[in-house]
């Protein structure tokens, strides 16, 4: 939550005041944080000690799947951010950490659709609403992937002598490919590729490159919207469209935020 005034710094320092009222900064600093090993614990347990590493260490809520990590590894966060080693952690099922106005943290599974209901609406037909300054509407092709194949820890199996060492591989693929135009042809794939070196079953790889393929098989359409300054956006993940002039009022989910400051500050 953001509060006060920003001016032009061509005015001079000290004229304008920020006050940040949040806990996820602490996670998401730029300072490195020590190699840990995640052997043996679930993905919650592991999302949690950073948490509390970072001193976030009540009024959260982690709703992840249970997954063990370490099944046939010894799988190491190598030393980066605490932001890092959440992300390479969320990222196994496609979570999301945010925090809500209360100040508790959540961390869950969100799938890219929009919610029943909006957190915001914006009309370009109502004044009382009617703060979008420009908008593009477009279909992705871009996006569309139709093989996805996820790559994952090196283990060993076998015993000695005759131990044998491979990488954890899956691959998820469309059969179908009506949506590229023209049609691809036979045998050949828009490729997406993801590399998690805490991926070592072959199941989770599989489930991980399922979930991979039911996002990006699809074409989305895309809407790209300036509107004036509203850090409230930061806090939801759905909205609310009524622009006739683009024949929409539905609901879209924000797949990405980017906050710029013109030259009138």
Known sequence: LFTGFVQDRGRGIGKGTVNCMGRLWSAFRTVQIGSRS????????????????????????????AFTLGTASDPVLERMPASQMLQ??????????????????????????????AYK???????????ILEATDRED???YRNRVIVTGATVTEGAAPDQTSRTITATATNVGSALVQPALPSGTFIDAEYNNHLIDTDAKAASVALRLLTKFA???????????GD??????????FVM??????DLGFISGIEDVIDSNG
């Open 231 to 240: 850090p409230e956006l930061e806090l939801g993940q759905t909205i609310g």
């Open 88 to 117: 390479t952690l969320m990222d196994l099922d496609g979570c999301r950490i945010y925090e809500l106005g209360t100040g508790q943290v959540i961390v869950a599974v969100i799938d890219e659709a929009p919610a029943p209901t």
């Open 244 to 249: 006739p002039e683009l024949d929409l009022n």
């Open 141 to 143: 092709p871009e996006y």
């Open 218 to 228: 699809r074409i989305p359409r895309q809407i790209i919207v300036e509107i004036a």
């Open 38 to 65: 995640v052997d043996g614990v679930t993905v919650s347990s592991a999302i949690g000690t950073i948490l509390d590493y970072v001193g976030i260490t009540d009024n959260r809520s982690l709703t992840v799947p």
């Open 121 to 131: 609406t914006y009309t370009s037909n109502s004044n009382a609403t009617a703060r």
